[in-house]
């Protein structure tokens, strides 16, 4: 399967800090994305990435994919209170496949 | 534009006992999936439907769970009979193309209790 794991699992930082997790995979990918999951808006899409690419932003959100290590991260630059969420990578082509997530807690 | 509706948000129901969840996908959107989530996990895929056809239903358990796509458009999933392991969180998708290739727009959910 091309299961991406994210990691760490749990992340806690205070309000204004980055946060960084990262998401390894195992097989070749065409394409992976974020979502991030709170109790407010459900499962909702953040950013895509394709193999060709290297980096991407998005607001206050910056992915990388580095295709030749299996892995990409996601950086959230400034954080704020909203960002408390799950952050799930996925990756497939024919069907997208979820990794467990990393839980994100913003502190006041 | 609307977003993708589930109903019921909640349901409690005792095992061995049936339970019905229902879709309604984003207007114009040929692809559906239902997502199964357990707590504290990633949400897996069950069923995927391109237009009224099943592109992939590896992953669903075929003894008790079943679903159908009316019309290319709204879906319905089925348990019958429940067991204790199918809490969770039943999440419905839906987008414009099939598959990995673009962004899958979610349903709030039905959260599913088995006693």
């Known amino acids: 399967s091309q299961q991406g794991e994210e990691d760490p699992q749990a992340l806690s930082i205070q309000e204004g800090e980055n946060a960084t997790m990262n998401c390894s995979y195992k097989t070749s990918i065409n394409n992976l994305q974020w979502y991030r999951q709170n109790s407010g808006r459900g499962l909702v899409h953040l950013i895509l990435?394709?193999?060709?690419?290297r980096e991407k932003h998005s607001g206050r959100l910056r992915v990388t994919l580095d295709t030749s290590k299996k892995s990409s991260s996601l950086l959230i630059t400034a954080s704020r209170a909203a960002d408390t969420a799950s952050y799930f990578c996925a990756t497939g082509d024919d069907k997208i496949i979820f990794g467990k997530g990393t839980r994100l807690h913003i502190l006041p | 534009e609307a977003g993708v509706a589930q109903s019921p948000r909640y349901k409690i129901i005792e095992k061995r006992q049936s339970v019905a969840f229902w879709c309604n996908p984003i207007?114009?959107?040929?692809?559906l999936y239902w997502y199964q989530q357990i707590l504290g996990q990633g949400p897996k895929l069950l069923i995927q439907f391109q237009n009224n056809g099943v592109v992939d239903d590896s992953q669903l358990p075929k003894d008790r769970f079943s679903a159908e796509r009316l019309k290319g458009v709204d879906s319905t999933l089925k348990i019958q009979p429940a067991k204790l392991e199918d809490s969770a969180v039943y999440l419905c998708?839906?987008?414009?193309?099939?598959?990995?290739?673009?962004?899958?727009?979610f349903g709030p959910g039905t959260r599913l209790t088995v006693l």
């Open positions: 207007s114009g959107h040929a692809t």
């Open positions: 998708a839906s987008s414009p193309s099939g598959g990995g290739i673009g962004e899958q727009f």
């Open positions: 990435i394709r193999s060709n690419e």
